[in-house]
């Protein structure tokens, strides 16, 4: 089992829908998720990040963690066409001092 | 604002060639970080390093050395570039943690050997 999975999609949403993009760890011992956008030909920007079981909410942003089921979303409300991009997830390597381990990546299209 | 610099965006190189890749940032990060990005194959680690002077290896160090010898600056050595070193490089630094701290990525820069 890969540490950190996501679908690679492509997942395609109307313009105004909520997309949704998960991901799943393996390391029961990860204590923060990161969330990033990577626009083609760019590089990965920090959206979101989480510490906390439940929700974290900024603008149309929501992450969504559970750490007994070990799976962490992410949630783009009322979806826009610059939303397309790749959404890649990250998890801390266990005791390896700030390395962190990247998803596929899952790639959202958003269609006006 | 954090800032990651990378020294060229677009560079092409000829197999054979030694090409340096620089990277500075500006946050007093301890932790610095060279990835390679191709289609398909994600993000992948070649080497990072958590002080000056350290260097850890990566998922895919072969045929790539690296040189830290300041807090702001992370060097990637392609001793002899070969095509198959054609990629996006990526270069990112964070604070040192335990728990895991957010990366901040510089541009990119996209080589081409030839």
């Known amino acids: 089992q890969k540490e950190v999975e996501q679908n690679s999609g492509p997942l395609s949403v109307p313009e105004g829908a909520i997309a949704s993009l998960n991901c799943t760890y393996s390391?029961?011992?990860?204590?923060?998720f990161f969330w990033y956008r990577q626009y083609s030909g760019k590089s990965p920007e920090l959206i979101m990040f989480?510490?906390?079981?439940g929700d974290k909410e900024d603008g149309r942003f929501t992450a969504q963690l559970n750490k007994a089921s070990q799976y962490v979303s992410l949630l783009i409300r009322d979806s826009q066409p610059s939303d397309s991009a790749t959404y890649l997830c990250a998890v801390p390597a266990y005791n390896q001092g700030g390395k962190l381990i990247f998803g596929q990546g899952t790639e959202l299209s958003v269609k006006p | 604002d954090v800032k990651v610099t990378q020294s060229s965006r677009y560079l092409v190189k000829r197999t054979g060639e030694k090409v340096f890749l620089e990277c500075v940032q500006d946050?007093?990060?301890?932790?610095m970080f060279w990835y390679r990005q191709d289609p398909g194959l994600g993000l992948r680690l070649i080497y990072f390093s958590y002080d000056v002077k350290m260097k850890e290896k990566g998922d895919i160090p072969e045929g790539y050395s690296v040189s830290r010898e300041k807090k702001e600056r992370f060097s990637l050595i392609l001793e002899s570039a070969s095509t198959n070193q054609t990629s996006m490089y990526l270069c990112a630094s964070s604070f040192a943690s335990t728990v895991g701290e957010k990366l901040f990525f510089g541009s990119g820069t996209q080589l081409s050997v030839l």
């Open positions: 989480i510490y906390s079981n």
């Open positions: 946050m007093d990060h301890e932790n």
């Open positions: 390391d029961r011992g990860s204590q923060s």
